[in-house]
């Protein structure tokens, strides 16, 4: 029998090697990587359609979902990084109004569409279709922006600090939709008390998270400087990542909800002993790793959809749903911003594109089961990865549109953060 380890070294080299071509393929379109990373994996894993099956082996090998996994730990841990709990509580009022309606309606309307095309299925399965239209990637938006010279105005400040909120909000629903459906999994079923737990769990989580770690972070890592040798940096914040990732994880909530919070609490001025003699930024010495191990992620899911199941009845009209919904439900962000002479139309185009956190939320699908069967079949990750697609491809023409369409933009005002990153 062959020994698994030994496709090892030319699946990793296949897999990167369509990454880049895929990500400059995308560029070159004026479309962001992750697109061209995604349909590059879609394009190797449907080859069996020709008798090549190779790469759906690639694909279900132990270890290679492992470095894909561990792409998901560090892509969330590089978003929160690119924002603090200080820009969270200078976020303002009208921006957590933005991120709270743009998150109930894609729930609702996910749900919703479960019900209207998967009766058979269960209501947990509706949950967590509807959890998974909750998610925002802006950094598309943040792109196009800039592009446009808008990133100062205040319809660009509402968006991106609406976005940090929104990630925090989408990752509490996924802890409880998750806890929801392993519960069912297990025989049982959850009563509003218990899903209130759940919820109060999650929030405690992220809340306990943030303070104990804004406590510990700077003797971690004052501590960590007095060590000798290369690396003690990059060592220490892989640590603190993974540390919480395993909290959040023996919590039961996804680990990506404790690598978020790991790279929320981790500031700059934490490791200042560092900096100070010389050593780069966190977020520097990461790249190395996330642009192998999170363009891997992205092909590797994409090398998991079957185009024959979107060929199956009533799967490509689920996919037409799903956008519809995906698209409608971020408009309600808009709903938040009419007063104040602001720009509703382009701050709900921004909230639009789900890209790699879309993407996260519809793999999880695949690892979750009720009764055996998976929560997200290979159809049904079908269509949500179709979802993520559309509305990561739509955003910045409909953006920049939009926000051409006013003329001059209005500047931000100091009820935002004048320095802002998010997804």
Known sequence: MTDALSILPVAIASILVAAKLGGDAAERLKQPAVLGELLFGVALGNLELVGFGWFREVASNITIQGLASLGAILLLFEVGLESTVDDMRRVGGRAT?????????????????????????????????????????????????????????REARIILGAAVIDDVMGLVILAAVTSMVRAADA???????????????????????????????????HGASRLRGQGVLLATALAFCFGLAWAASSLGLA???????????????????????????????????????????????????????????????????????????????????????????????????????????????LTLTIGGKPVVDPSLYAALVAMVLVTTLLTPPLLAWSMRRRGPALPATSEFPSERATS
């Open 255 to 365: 680990g990506i909800v404790g690598a978020y919070a790991a790279g929320l609490v981790l500031d700059r001025v934490h490791y200042q002993d560092f900096t100070d003699r010389g050593e780069r930024h966190v977020e520097d010495l990461l790249k190395p790793l996330t642009q192998v191990l999170v363009p891997v992620f992205f092909v590797v899911m994409g090398m998991q959809v079957e185009l024959r199941a979107l060929a199956q009845p009533g799967i490509p009209a689920l996919a037409a749903l799903l956008i519809v919904a995906a698209v409608l439900g971020k408009q309600a962000c808009s709903l938040g911003a009419l007063r104040g002479r602001l720009d509703a139309l382009s701050i709900g185009i921004g909230m639009i594109p789900r890209g790699e956190v879309g993407l996260i939320f519809a793999s999880l699908g």
């Open 187 to 221: 025989g049982g079923s959850l009563s509003i008390g218990s899903l209130g737990f759940i919820l109060l769990k999650a929030v405690g989580f992220l809340a306990a998270a943030l303070w104990l770690g804004q406590a510990l972070a700077p003797r971690l890592f």
């Open 97 to 153: 109004l933005v991120a709270t309606l743009g998150v109930i309606a894609p729930w609702i309307l996910g749900v919703g569409v479960a019900r209207l095309m998967l009766p058979d299925r269960g209501f947990e399965v509706g949950m967590f279709l509807g959890a998974a239209l909750t998610a925002t990637s802006v950094g598309i938006t943040a792109r196009v922006l800039r592009d446009l010279g808008r990133s100062q105005t």
